[in-house]
C-alpha cells in the first residue's frame, strides 16, 4: 500500500507559530524525508465558509496567505500537492454519502466540535455545514486515500470520527476505504503552543499570535509582552516554568546550539530554567534569548516569502495544477465509493443484465 498523506489548514487568515510548530514544520520534514509516496496539502477554503458564509472575501483574499505561507516555510509543490478544495467537487459528494453514516448525537459529542461551537458562540444557533465538518473532513482524507494525517492534538477526535466513518463504511459496502492514522508533534511543547497572553490555544480570533510573516520589530513587540510569572515581580524571587509561556516557546523552538550563539552564560535551556526557578533570572533577558531564536527561525522563512510574493500569478498556477491533479485522485476515490454503494448504475452490467432478463422474462 502506498504511503499517503493528506492535511491543511482553513484560509480564515495568515498562519501562525502555532501552526508552523503543530504541523507545517513537520510536514516540510516529512515531505522531505522520501518516506511517502504522495503529500496532498489542502487549502480547506469550503471549510472555512461554515463559519464566515456571511464573509466569503475573508476567505478568497487568505487563500494566497496561506499559499504564500507553506511556500514560505518550503513546501515544495514539485513533491506536494498544494490545492483548493471548493476545486475538488467530489470531495461535497463523499461528504453527502457520509453524512448518512453518522448520527447527530455522535456528531454533538466531538469535543473538537463542542468547543469551537462555544468559543464561536453557536450554541443557539449552529450553521449546519459547521456542524457536519468532521464529516467533511474524513472526505478529504478518504479521498486522497490517506495512510497519514499530520496534525496537532486538537484534531485527534475528528481523525476519530473519520476512523469510525471508514469501518462503518467498510462493514456496510465492502472495503473500499482506507483508514487513516494520526501523526502528533515529536516535540511535546509543539502539541499545544500557547497564545502570547498564556492561554491554552494561540488562535487568530482571540489575537494572541506570532504570524509566520510578522516582522522583526512586530516579533519583539509581541514576545516584550508575552504572559511570564505574574508572581515574579522581583528578580531575585523565584520563578514558575509550568504556565510561562515564553518557555514553552523556548521548549518548542530554541536548541543548545542556540544557548552558545545567543546566551552562552548557560550551556542548554535546563541551566537557564534552574536559575530561573531558584531566582536571580528575570523575564527580560529570557524574552531577549526568545527573540533571537524566534528571528534565527523566522527570517529564512520571511524572505522566501517575500520572492514568492512577487510572483503571486506563479502562486495561483501552483494552486491550479495542484487542485487538477487532486480532483482526479478524488474522482478514483469516488469512483470505487460508488461500485462499493452499487450506485455506478451506468457502468453496471450486471445490474443491466439482470434488469434485461427480469423484463424479457414478463413476456
Not at 449546519?128 to 478518504?142: L, M, R
Request: with cysteine.
Amino acid at each position: 500500500m502506498e504511503k499517503i498523506i493528506l492535511t491543511g489548514d482553513r484560509p480564515t487568515g495568515r498562519l501562525h507559530l502555532g501552526h508552523y510548530v503543530g504541523s507545517l514544520k513537520r510536514r516540510v520534514e516529512l515531505q522531505n524525508s522520501g518516506e511517502y509516496d504522495k503529500i496532498f496539502i489542502m487549502i480547506a477554503d469550503a471549510q472555512a465558509l461554515t463559519d464566515n458564509a456571511d464573509n466569503p472575501e475573508k476567505v478568497r483574499q487568505n487563500i494566497v496567505e496561506v499559499a504564500l505561507d507553506y511556500l514560505s516555510v518550503g513546501l515544495d509543490p514539485e513533491k506536494s500537492t498544494l490545492f483548493i478544495q471548493s476545486m475538488v467537487p467530489e470531495l461535497t459528494e463523499l461528504t453527502f454519502y457520509y453524512a448518512n453514516l453518522v448520527t447527530v448525537s455522535r456528531l454533538q459529542r466531538n469535543p473538537t466540535v463542542k468547543s469551537e461551537i462555544q468559543m464561536r458562540n453557536f450554541e443557539t444557533s449552529i450553521p449546519v455545514g459547521f456542524f457536519t465538518y468532521p464529516i467533511s473532513q474524513a472526505a478529504d482524507i478518504t479521498a486522497f486515500k490517506a495512510t497519514t494525517v499530520p496534525v496537532g492534538e486538537d484534531q485527534m477526535p475528528m481523525l476519530e470520527q473519520c476512523q469510525e466513518i471508514v469501518h462503518k463504511f467498510n462493514a456496510t459496502y465492502g472495503e473500499a476505504l482506507v483508514e487513516p492514522k494520526i501523526l502528533l508533534p515529536s516535540n511535546s511543547a509543539c502539541l499545544r503552543l500557547p497564545g502570547t497572553d498564556g492561554k491554552a490555544k494561540m488562535s487568530k480570533s482571540l489575537g494572541n499570535c506570532i504570524y509566520l510573516s510578522d516582522g522583526p520589530d512586530e516579533v519583539k513587540k509581541k514576545v516584550m509582552s508575552m504572559y511570564t510569572d505574574p508572581g515574579h515581580v522581583d528578580l531575585n524571587q523565584p520563578g514558575k516554568i509550568e504556565g510561562n509561556a515564553v518557555f514553552t516557546y523556548l521548549d518548542a523552538f530554541s536548541k543548545d546550539e542556540d544557548f552558545a550563539e545567543f546566551w552562552p552564560d548557560y550551556k542548554n535551556l535546563q541551566e537557564a530554567k534552574d536559575h530561573y526557578q531558584r531566582g536571580g533570572l528575570g523575564d527580560v533577558k529570557v524574552k531577549k534569548f526568545l527573540i533571537k531564536v524566534l528571528e534565527k527561525e523566522l527570517a529564512p522563512i520571511r524572505e522566501r516569502r517575500k520572492k514568492w510574493e512577487q510572483d503571486i500569478p506563479g502562486v495561483y498556477e501552483i494552486l491550479k495544477a495542484g487542485s487538477e491533479v487532486a480532483e482526479r485522485t478524488a474522482a478514483e476515490t469516488l469512483a470505487d465509493v460508488k461500485k462499493a454503494m452499487k450506485i455506478n448504475y451506468f457502468d453496471d452490467g450486471a445490474l443491466i443484465k439482470e434488469q434485461m432478463e427480469k423484463y424479457s422474462n414478463k413476456k
